[in-house]
């Protein structure tokens, strides 16, 4: 994990999920209810959904994680293959409680 700050956004917790193999999940989190997965895509990270985040949190419970190898989430110790990077939401999420 990068030893830059988080950038700052009104609601918004964040938490880091150890996911195994020594790699471990930063995830931005907000509001409250039915559970909403952000996912961004390459090779941006969570902060791509922060004018979505504040609307979304009203009615939802959001959880936005960076993807292994992006934003604040650790790298695979081992070199990525095809696939190592592709979307896993439900097992942070369901380390979260959800």
Known sequence: MGELD???LRG???RHVDVGAGVRLHVAEAGAGPLLVLVH???QHWWCWRRMIPALARTHRVLAPDLR??????????????GD???RPARPARRRGA
């Open 69 to 82: 190898g992006f934003g604040w989430s650790d790298a695979p110790p081992r070199r990525l293959r095809q």
């Open 12 to 14: 918004v917790r964040h």
């Open 6 to 8: 988080l950038p700052v």
């Open 41 to 43: 895509g390459w090779p």
């Open 85 to 87: 990077v592709r979307p």
